[in-house]
């Protein structure tokens, strides 16, 4: 598999976008809010001390539920769990996550299952995501699969802003709804956002950005089935964007074919291809027709980068 861009690859853009853009979008994400459902906040920050990243600061408010980091090897990563209490998202919630990482900080954020949203009449469920890396800070984000159910409605947006040395692991996937059910492709509508941004060296108060990366879609399978396309075949979709201008071009290079080594070992169950965007790392997509595929692909991709990035093995997650 060639590493240039490919048909499965997400769009990517190098265009100038304003410092506070999540309000752009954000604001048609809320400006439909009713008076239904649940409005819950997770917030984190986290700084170095010594070897290590400690939570130096966080808040929640329900459904969300906080608990401590956790160190799962000698790397000084702060292994942080987001979880929510209730299971899932009911039609009407708007749940939202920030995060803020210091300097020389390194954070792992997942899940422990998978994230559930449940069928509603009328009202969207909502998730808005919004991560600050700081300079030379290392962010794992890793969380479980989204399942919509049949006949729910969900939006999500995740904005994330690097600064110089950053670097981001990101990894989103979505299943076609709850398959042991027959529940395939049978959701109202799913909306998704991931912009990644990275910023210049502040020569000013204001920090400008220098470039994004960008991946949208909306699914709307039962108005219009044409809008699934070839995907509608398969059970699962996921993107991994792998961005860090701190990273040297010849890792990339070997990263790349590492990552296409491994998108081809599962064929007729696994197909992806990898592209290189408009910033400084690699950004992949694919589809799987097993959520055992989706998950041993995830980690054999997610050891080859962080042994290539950081000379570090996978962690071992130990969901329960």
């Not at 929510?84 to 299952?113: F, I, Y």
């Not at 729910?152 to 299943?175: E, K, N």
């Not at 400084?280 to 799987?288: E, I, Q, S, T």
Request: proline letters at 7%; charged letters at 20%.
């Amino acid at each position: 598999m060639k590493s240039e861009s490919r048909g499965l690859a997400p769009t990517s853009a190098a265009v100038p976008v304003p410092l506070r853009s999540e309000t752009l979008h954000a604001s048609r994400f809320t400006s439909h809010e009713s008076q239904v459902g649940r409005r819950g906040s997770l917030s984190y920050e986290f700084e170095r001390e010594g070897p290590r990243t400690i939570l130096s600061r966080s808040s929640c408010t329900t459904p969300w539920h906080h608990f401590p980091p956790s160190y799962l090897d000698d790397s000084g990563c702060a292994n942080t769990w987001l979880v929510n209490q209730s299971g899932g998202l009911v039609g009407g919630d708007h749940l939202s996550v920030e995060a803020e990482l210091h300097a020389g900080t390194h954070v792992l954020m997942t899940s422990p299952s998978a994230n559930r949203v449940y069928r509603s009449l009328a009202e969207t469920a909502l998730q808005e995501v919004r991560l600050s890396v700081g300079p030379d800070a290392r962010l794992e984000w890793l969380p479980e699969v989204t399942i919509p159910f049949a006949g729910s409605r969900f939006r999500q947006s995740i904005h994330v802003d690097l600064a110089p040395g950053a670097t981001i692991i990101l990894w989103d996937a979505l299943a076609s709804g709850r398959v042991a059910k027959q529940e395939r492709w049978a959701f109202a509508s799913v909306e998704n956002e991931i912009c990644i941004r990275g910023l210049a060296p502040p020569s000013e108060a204001v920090p400008v950005p220098s470039w994004s990366v960008v991946e949208r879609y909306r699914l709307v399978p039962g108005r219009l089935p044409e809008s699934v396309g070839f995907v509608g075949s398969w059970d699962y979709v996921a993107s991994l964007f792998v961005i860090g201008d701190a990273v040297d071009a010849d890792v990339w290079k070997r990263l790349d074919l590492v990552i296409a080594t491994i998108l081809e070992q599962r064929p007729g169950l696994v197909l992806g291809g990898i592209s290189t965007p408009a910033a400084p790392g690699l950004a992949v997509k694919l589809v799987a027709k097993s959520a055992p595929d989706l998950t041993a692909t995830l980690e054999a991709m997610w050891a080859a980068v962080r042994k290539e990035l950081w000379d570090l093995p996978a962690a071992n997650l130990r969901r329960y």
